[in-house]
């Protein structure tokens, strides 16, 4: 499995980010998708996950109703549009794959994913 993530960058405070991660190499549509971050001197958190049916999202609390996870299967592709940013969202994105047996399960440990991104940056100023 190869995951590419791209889509990260500079923005002030109340800005926007689209982030996307492009899976080859496996069947994209067996897989659940998730994203997370981590900031400098802190640890890996979760941010989002979508279920390899796409019907189901789950989002950590601190980016809720202001972070959209998608996933577009003709491209193989995960997106994460990142709106309202605050400075504390500067961190490195990474995305991540699981293989999922069932259309609705969903992952929200990184223990559970086999297959990382490379990561992309995001800083957002005040």
């Known amino acids: 499995v190869q995951l590419q993530a791209c889509g990260g960058g500079s923005v002030q405070a109340g800005g926007s980010l689209k982030l996307s991660c492009t899976v080859s190499g496996v069947r994209f549509s067996n897989y659940a998708m998730g994203w997370f971050r981590q900031a400098p001197g802190k640890e890996r958190e979760f941010v989002a996950v979508?279920?390899?049916?796409?019907?189901?999202?789950v989002y950590a609390d601190s980016v809720k109703g202001r972070f959209t996870i998608t996933r577009h299967s003709a491209w193989n592709t995960v997106y994460l549009q990142l709106d309202m940013l605050k400075p504390e969202d500067t961190a490195v994105y990474s995305c991540?794959?699981?293989?999922?047996?069932?259309?609705?399960?969903?992952?929200?440990?990184?223990?559970?994913?086999?297959?990382w991104g490379q990561g992309t940056q995001v800083t957002v100023s005040s």
């Open positions: 979508i279920s390899r049916s796409g019907d189901f999202t």
């Open positions: 991540a794959a699981k293989m999922s047996y069932r259309p609705h399960d969903y992952y929200t440990s990184e223990r559970a994913y086999t297959s």
